[in-house]
């Protein structure tokens, strides 16, 4: 079945530096790859996705870019912010399941220090 | 502003007792999904709808129920049965339904989050 794997975390970082957060994928089909964050007591919000190989997501500064030859959709900033101090899922949408449901990974927490 | 609103943000329960999670959205969107997460886990998918009156089981839909009578709204029904009830509970929607769904990513809600007492 479909799967997601991240990079174990937590992760702690000083601000304004680089930030990757590694995920990589198993899946039957073709998906469409998502980063979510969520903050504490929250839900998840959409970060970014991509649609089809050698696409890159991007917003608030992170990017990340669907490499179908390593499956892997690694989330990257080039200078990270106290405010970045979340929880990062990625997930996947595999569209042979013809349902739309989404698989995500476990999860790894950021935390970026003055 | 549209979006997805959860209630109550806290709930608790009685041992032998149903309680019953509301969502609502008012975004107009085809689906919706229900995804409980456990500390330090991912999400895993209980139950999700494409279309008013009718669902599919998740992954882990044992001792949970729900119901789809309007568009706008996905109740999740945690029942005695479920044995291990405390979590967070997430309810997501997403605009549209099958493959094309897939590509459009989820909006969620704000979650609630169960206790056993």
């Known amino acids: 079945g479909d799967s997601v794997t991240q990079m174990e975390g937590p992760v702690t970082l000083s601000e304004e530096a680089f930030l990757t957060i590694n995920c990589t994928y198993t899946?039957?089909?073709?998906?469409?790859l998502f980063w979510y964050v969520q903050y504490p007591g929250e839900g998840l919000q959409l970060l970014l996705k991509?649609?089809?190989?050698?696409d890159k997501g991007s917003n608030k500064g992170f990017e990340a870019t669907y490499r179908k030859e390593t499956t892997s959709f690694h989330l990257e900033k080039g200078s990270v912010q106290v405010s970045d101090s979340a929880v990062y899922f990625c997930?996947?949408?595999?569209?042979?399941?013809?349902?739309?449901?989404?698989?995500f990974g476990d999860g790894t927490t950021l935390t970026v220090k003055p | 502003d549209g979006g997805i609103t959860q209630s109550p943000k806290y709930l608790f329960r009685k041992e032998g007792q149903n309680v019953t999670l509301s969502c609502e959205q008012n975004?107009?969107?085809?689906?919706m999904y229900w995804y409980r997460q456990d500390p330090g886990q991912g999400l895993r998918l209980i139950y999700y709808?494409?279309?008013?009156?009718?669902?599919q089981k998740g992954d882990i839909a044992e001792g949970y129920s729900v119901s789809r009578e309007k568009k706008e709204s996905f109740p999740l029904t945690v029942t005695s049965a479920q044995k291990n009830p405390t979590a967070f509970y997430l309810c997501?929607?997403?605009?549209?339904?099958?493959?094309?769904?897939?590509?459009?990513?989820?909006?969620f809600g704000s979650g609630t989050r169960l206790t056993v007492v």
């Open positions: 997501a929607s997403s605009p549209r339904t099958g493959k094309r769904g897939g590509q459009d990513g989820y909006t």
């Open positions: 899946a039957t089909g073709y998906p469409s």
């Open positions: 991509a649609t089809k190989a050698d």
């Open positions: 997930a996947l949408s595999d569209l042979n399941t013809n349902a739309g449901k989404s698989t």
């Open positions: 975004l107009n969107h085809d689906a």
């Open positions: 709808s494409q279309i008013v009156n009718d669902f």
